[in-house]
């Protein structure tokens, strides 16, 4: 028995030497190359060169890890120039990586410096006489509804200046820090100023002067003195991203059915279209307007805007009866491309409404932009409009909106119900309705909602 255990002993040595012989034997030849010139861990083979039945089932370590990491530092660069995957889950992003790892997650704060600088929308107004009054409650209106900040072009008369001064200083700091404003004195670059000044209204030609006098500005909203924001003013604001390529301006129709339009009967002078326009409410791209020149009737090739005005005015001025209105009328007759059309609910006037609703767009959509004009704030032959402009000029600043501006306003209008335009009250109050909703929700709802603790 002894014996038999000494024999099994000995037997399992030699298998031992055997096999370090193997090893050794191998270990001085040159490891073989792998796949794309990399070496690979020495693998014991038999007799011939194959390899070893002991080893057979497992690959060259090494090359395959050289291969992995080769393969995987391609397939990164490839990754980096990928455009971001989607996440498969809609509202939910993705940790974020690379160059997206400033991507702010949901609940963190976002830093101020990433925070978009805030537009300024510029508004100008041309007051002179005793239209004072009519342009505060204007500029009320639009500070009222507006979410981004205003800078308010105000030309006026010397005699005017300080008071604009002191009754916009006397508005709460709640409104006051909505807009900034400028008081300039009228001024007409080009012409005779006195001819200027007399043509159709007191200083109404000044608009036509605006690309010229605001150099600094590149876009602007012009409107008169009777016109009352019932929606922020940055609804009208977008237009000007709506504009094409050639246009640079932009007003409704004087009227929307030509057998009743004025233009469409009476003018002895080119216009616009078949109603021709109104211009009191324009949005501009003064830039645009500056650079650009314009086809016309008196020279074969364009004119530059301020080369154009006062030329155009001498060889139209005893056929023109709306002043500068009916200048840029003459203007966009020769350049139609210049302009876009704005619907008439962002221009409605009592022509709208006196003889018959005419504005489609006002009766779905409700009004954007009243503009009062043939003095209808002062009278009582529209007291549908007299209403709007009275409860905002009562309105006091910090009040709430439904109870004294919505609710006097829906009183009042109980009392226009024998006119044409008092029996469409919808058309005036839809509008104005949904956006005191909106300034309720983001000064209320919002806040408390910010706030609220459980």
């Known amino acids: 028995m002894k014996l038999y255990c000494k024999v099994v002993a000995l037997l399992l040595c030699l298998g031992v030497l055997l096999l370090l012989s193997l090893f050794v034997g191998n270990a001085d030849e040159p490891p073989p190359k792998g796949a794309g010139g990399a070496r690979s861990l020495p693998v014991s083979s038999g007799p011939g060169g194959r390899a070893h039945p002991l080893f057979a089932h497992f690959p060259p ?76 409650i204007m500029l009320k209106s639009a500070v009222l509804f507006s979410y981004r900040k205003l800078k308010f072009h105000i030309f006026a008369e010397d005699s005017l200046k300080p008071e604009f001064e002191k009754k916009l200083r006397e508005w709460p700091s ?47 909203l012009y409107v008169d003195t009777d016109v009352l924001f019932l929606r922020p003013i940055d609804d009208i604001w977008s237009f000007l991203k709506e504009f094409n390529s050639t246009q640079l301006a932009a ?78 009328n003459i203007i966009f007759y020769f350049n139609p491309e210049c302009l876009y059309v704005f619907p008439c609910q962002w221009n409605y006037r009592p022509d709208h409404c006196m003889y018959g609703s005419n504005c489609k767009g006002a009766e779905e959509e409700g009004i954007s932009v009243l503009h009062g004009n043939r003095g209808v704030y002062h009278d009582d032959k529209q007291p549908t409009f007299k209403a709007l402009y009275e409860v905002i000029r009562d309105f006091p600043f910090e009040d709430n909106l439904f109870q004294s501006l919505y609710y006097p306003l829906q009183s009042k209008f109980l009392e226009t119900v024998h006119t044409l335009c008092g029996r469409i009250p919808q058309v005036f109050l839809k509008q104005i309705e949904k956006t005191m909703k909106k300034v309720y929700e983001n000064r209320v709802i919002v806040h408390v909602g910010a706030n609220y603790r459980y």
């Open 174 to 220: 709640s409104y006051s820090k909505k807009f900034e404003y400028s008081v300039y004195p009228i001024a007409f670059s080009v012409g005779n100023a006195q001819e200027w000044k007399k043509l159709f209204k007191p200083c109404a030609a000044q608009r036509l002067f605006l690309p010229v006098i605001l150099k600094d500005v590149d876009s602007l």
């Open 61 to 136: 370590v090494q090359a395959a890890a050289e291969e992995g990491a080769a393969a995987a530092a391609a397939a990164a660069a490839q990754i980096s120039k990928r455009e971001p995957r989607l996440s498969r889950n809609p509202g939910k992003r993705s940790p974020a990586r690379g160059k997206f790892a400033n991507v702010r997650r949901p609940g963190e704060q976002k830093h101020l410096k990433e925070l978009p600088s805030l537009q300024w929308m510029h508004l100008a107004v041309v007051a002179c006489g005793d239209r004072l009054e009519e342009t505060l």
């Open 251 to 328: 007003m409704a129709p004087e009227h929307e059915i030509p057998k009743i339009g004025w233009y469409s009967r009476f003018a002895r002078h080119p216009y616009y279209g078949t109603t021709g326009v109104n211009s009191g409410v324009m949005l501009m791209n003064l830039t645009r307007i500056r650079n650009t020149q314009f086809k016309n009737s008196m020279i074969p090739t364009g004119l530059m805007w301020e080369e154009m005005l006062y030329p155009l005015y001498q060889k139209y001025k005893n056929y023109i009866t709306w002043g500068d209105q009916d200048l840029l």
